[in-house]
């Protein structure tokens, strides 16, 4: 009999990110981040002027961040104790959409935070790797995990059996940032988190 599947995303769902970015460039480039600004596209400003840095500027950033902050990251609270009890009954997967060049890095991020699972590296819409998972190992039931509306939006289209729950571990960004209305829920703290998905787990696959 298959096991049901956990697919969670990482950054802001299992590991604080965008508050570790906006101190290291702020002390490396003389930037401000605006936690409170939904998106990187106007959240990245110069700290003189208070305008936003141009987007060619801001994505070399964040690999930039990834090159060689990724051991300023910690965990988010309650993340590592509720994918060890899910795991003991479940399979997981941890679906992060950082380039694959950082995925051994990943690995060894999170196995220093006792969290050992599966990590597959992403770039773009989450829907299809979703589903190309779902139709790999045919999991009982699935949930999906992650802080972006944009990817409970391509999960809906191209796996929409699979349960959708829109977290944001950064009380600072969830506050600006409406529920996904292709997620059935939105929980930002894994104490809550948890028992949603093993009863999303108890109750059968998503009706679409």
Known sequence: MTRPLLITDCDEVLLHMVSHFADWIAEAHGYRFVLEEPGFGNAVRDAATGEPVAAEKV???LDGFFDSEMHRQHVVR???EALQEI???????????????YQASRVEQLGALDIHHRVLCNRGG????????VEEMRPSVAVFVDDLPIHHESVAKHAPHVWRLHMIAEPRVAAHVP????????????ADAKPWIL???AEGPARG
């Open 78 to 80: 309650g993340a590592a």
């Open 59 to 61: 994505w070399p950033l």
């Open 87 to 101: 795991g003991s009954g479940a399979d997981i997967v941890i679906l992060t959409n950082i380039g694959d060049e």
């Open 126 to 133: 989450k829907g299809r790797p979703v589903l190309e998972l």
């Open 199 to 201: 009863a999303r787990f």
């Open 179 to 190: 529920a996904s209305p292709d997620a059935h829920a939105r929980i930002d703290a894994w």
